[in-house]
C-alpha cells in the first residue's frame, strides 16, 4: 500500500524554464509535506515543507503547493538550472491525538529531474 | 554547522553476520531515525529514538534494533543478516521529536553490503 505516490518517474526540463514535480497521497491523516532532494551516493537534503493549514510556501525558486481536498501536492522550481538535476523525493508525515509525532516519514518513490543547459 | 554524519559509508558482510551502523545527529538535535533504501525501493522508516528511547519502529523484524547514547548518537543492529538487507542505510536528525512538523535532516548514508 503505497500511501505517497510520485507517478512520474522522471522529468526532463531546460535550463531557465519551470520544472514542476508532483505528488499524490491517500492517508488523510497526513498533515506536514516535505520535499528532498537527492544526489547519488549523498542522503536526502531537505528543500521545503508544507504544512496543511497552508496551501502554498515559497522559499527563493521553489514553491509547494498543497490541494488537501485533492491529495495533492507540487513543487515548482523557477528557473531551472542544471544543478536542480537530481531525484526529488516527497515526504509526509501524520500527527498523533495531541499534534505530536509518529517520527515517520513516508516517502514517495522519487523523480529523477533533469536540467538540460 | 556539522551536518548528520554516518559511519562507515560502506560495510560488506556475509549472510548470517551481524552489522553495526553508527550516526551521530546534529549538534542540539535529540532525535534519530533509521531509514533503508533497498535497490529500487523508495526510503522505508525503520526506527526514531528520542531521550534515549525508542519511539516507534517500521515494519521490520526485530532482528534491526538499535539504541542510543546518552550524547544522542545512535547505532543501528542488523543480525543474522539476509541477502535482501543489503541497502543503503540513512540516518537523519531533528530538533525535537515531540512534533510532528519536525524536518528530519540525513546524512550520507551507509551502504551495506551482504555477501
Same mark, same amino acid.
Given at each position: 500500500d503505497q500511501q505517497v505516490k510520485q507517478n512520474s518517474p522522471s522529468l526532463s526540463v531546460q535550463e531557465g524554464r519551470i520544472s514542476i514535480l508532483n505528488c499524490d497521497y491517500t492517508? %488523510?491523516?497526513?498533515?506536514y509535506f516535505l520535499w528532498y532532494k537527492k544526489y547519488p551516493a549523498e542522503g536526502p537534503t531537505f528543500l521545503i515543507s508544507i504544512s496543511s493549514i497552508k496551501d502554498k510556501n515559497e522559499d527563493g525558486r521553489f514553491t509547494v503547493f498543497l490541494n488537501k481536498s485533492a491529495k495533492h501536492l507540487s513543487l515548482h522550481i523557477v528557473? %531551472?538550472?542544471? $544543478?536542480?538535476?537530481a531525484v526529488y523525493f516527497c515526504a509526509a508525515s501524520a500527527q498523533q491525538? $495531541? $499534534?505530536? %509525532?509518529?517520527g515517520k516519514l513516508t516517502f514517495g518513490q522519487g523523480t529523477i529531474l533533469t536540467v538540460h543547459p | 554547522e556539522a551536518g548528520v554524519t554516518q559511519s562507515p559509508t560502506h560495510l560488506i558482510k556475509t549472510r548470517g553476520q551481524q552489522a553495526t551502523l553508527r550516526c551521530s545527529p546534529i549538534s542540539g538535535h535529540t532525535s534519530v531515525y533509521w531509514y533503508q533504501q533497498a535497490l529500487g525501493l523508495g526510503l522505508q522508516f525503520l526506527l526514531w529514538y528520542d531521550e534515549g528511547e525508542e519511539r516507534n519502529r517500521g515494519?521490520?523484524?526485530? *532482528?534491526f534494533s538499535g539504541r542510543q547514547f546518552p550524547n544522542y548518537s545512535s547505532e543501528l543492529n542488523v543480525n543474522?543478516? #539476509?541477502? #535482501?538487507?543489503s541497502a543503503l542505510y540513512l540516518c537523519a536528525s531533528s *530538533?525535537?521529536?515531540?512534533?510532528?512538523q519536525e524536518t528530519q535532516y540525513f546524512g550520507p548514508g551507509t551502504r551495506l553490503l551482504v555477501l
Open positions: 492517508n %488523510s491523516m497526513f498533515d528557473p %531551472s538550472q542544471p $544543478g536542480d538535476s491525538a $495531541g $499534534g505530536t %509525532s509518529y | 515494519n521490520f523484524p526485530p *532482528r543474522a543478516l #539476509e541477502l #535482501e538487507d *530538533r525535537l521529536g515531540g512534533s510532528y
